[in-house]
């Protein structure tokens, strides 16, 4: 089971990582900036070195310490950088740019090495082999690739996602296998919705192969990050928190873009596209077998985040009321049966002259289900109406050169911080022109009147 701890609001733009260090908890957002945070109170920091990577075509090299840039790393060919890796030995960091090209780095000299290219992609995943002698990249055009550190590609699964990948990442234990000399275990997650877990062996021959062992459907939309916690038993990736044992999942929230265990407490923090971040305890026994059920798979994070408030059963709508402070209004909502449907059509009217509600506290009841209607229509807007940069309503849609229609404003703020390519598939664009989709707009009009 896991229980929400706290929320961090600092960040003015999409968070797009996270990361945890043995007490320091670092995320990275769209507004440009990087936040630490102490995890004893998650208050703002101390610790040692955290690297960041950014479309200027560098990776930084913070101290944690002074707070100061300790060495800034330009990728070769200065193409943007997508992904960047530290190995756990802290020997070597890895950095994938949009060219496709590789650039292994000595991360105590902050020397480039090596660097190797893979034409036509995008590099956007990296993950090190708990034993940092080894690597796996992801790309936009949907292979996992593990290379050693000299950048010799051991084995190459193309198509590993559909629609590309997005994250990658290594379990931290090693395992044995007969007629093995080790077995790694790698979780990568893509487009296609899907969260798969494969074994990577190296042979007694000094051969590796990668082998898949498991897809996990569990989800409807992209899965754009995904986390081992530190004893590899437990798997966080996009919305859902799994067993990795037992295969057993729950939902977390919604849009979240980037997810992390801490190697020392038994907390994760999962970034989102809503600009939070949220920190999750794991509580003891959460590995137990079967399913939770809806009510306490809820308790996890704010209840209307999850289900159609029309499927709420009338537990749901008890837990709503105490998140609301309206703890006094739940026997008379069960003793009227009122699950979600029942709820939405309550009136101030009805709730004083059917459920006896007085008025002081009818007045509040009343506003608390009218702003539940507000969020319940704008949570219900069709996904085209949304702009893909933003997730907003869009208000004046611009197709790009990509096919894409986003809102103007977002898409010119994109282009003009020189970025040509497309939010979508990372490809680039061709032309910058935009062109007014008048067909999308008028939708998005009639579907507001109605609504």
């Not at 704010?302 to 009321?321: A, G, I, Y």
Request: aromatic share 8%; net charge negative.
């Amino acid at each position: 089971m896991v229980s929400l701890i706290c929320t961090l609001q600092d960040h003015r733009d999409d968070v797009n990582w996270c990361a945890f260090s043995a007490t320091l908890l670092a995320t990275c957002s769209g507004d440009k900036t990087l936040r630490i945070y102490n995890t004893k109170d998650f208050s703002d920091p101390c610790g040692q070195f955290l690297a960041s990577c950014s479309t200027d075509a560098t990776v930084v090299i913070w101290s944690m310490v002074s707070g100061e840039i300790e060495a800034v790393l330009e990728h070769p060919g200065r193409s943007p950088v997508r992904v960047c890796a530290l190995s756990p030995d802290s020997a070597h960091l890895v950095s994938g740019a949009s060219d496709g090209s590789l650039a292994l780095w000595d991360f105590p000299s902050k020397q480039c090495r090596r660097t190797s290219p893979v034409n036509d992609t995008t590099m956007v995943a990296c993950s090190f082999s708990p034993c940092s002698q080894l690597f796996v990249t992801g790309s936009t055009y949907g292979d996992l690739r593990l290379w050693d550190l000299e950048l010799n590609q051991l084995q190459v699964e193309k198509n590993a996602h559909d629609l590309g990948v997005s994250c990658c990442a290594f379990s931290p234990d090693i395992h044995s296998g007969e007629g093995q000399v080790v077995q790694f275990r790698l979780a990568s997650c893509g487009q296609d919705s899907l969260l798969k877990i494969w074994a990577i062996n190296k042979l007694s021959t000094g051969a590796f192969k990668m082998q898949p062992l498991h897809a996990l459907t569990g989800q409807s939309a992209p899965v754009l990050s995904c986390a081992y916690s530190a004893d590899g038993q437990l798997l966080v990736s996009g919305r859902n928190f799994i067993d990795v044992t037992l295969f057993f999942m729950i939902v977390l929230c919604r849009y979240v873009t980037a997810c992390s265990f801490s190697p020392t407490a038994s907390i994760i923090a999962t970034g989102s596209m809503d600009k939070t971040v949220n920190i999750w305890r794991v509580e003891d026994g959460s590995s137990g077998h079967g399913e939770f059920s809806n009510t306490a798979a809820l308790t996890a994070c704010s209840l209307n985040k999850f289900l159609l408030v029309s499927d709420w059963s009338e537990e749901d709508v008890s837990l709503w009321l105490v998140e609301e402070g309206l703890e006094g209004l739940v026997d008379t909502f069960r003793t009227n049966n009122i699950d979600g449907t029942e709820l939405l059509s309550l009136t101030k009217e009805t709730l004083a002259s059917e459920l006896h509600i007085g008025e002081n506290p009818h007045r509040t009841s009343a506003e608390k289900v009218d702003e539940l209607k507000s969020e319940c229509v704008c949570s219900g807007v069709p996904d085209e109406f949304l702009c893909p940069i933003t997730r907003e309503l869009m208000k004046d849609p611009v197709i790009a050169a990509d096919g894409y229609s986003y809102e103007r404003e977002a898409i010119e703020s994109w282009i003009n911080t020189k970025n040509r390519s497309s939010p979508m598939t990372n490809l680039p664009l061709l032309t910058t022109l935009l062109t007014p989709n008048h067909t999308l707009k008028m939708a998005i009009g009639r579907w507001k009147t109605t609504h």
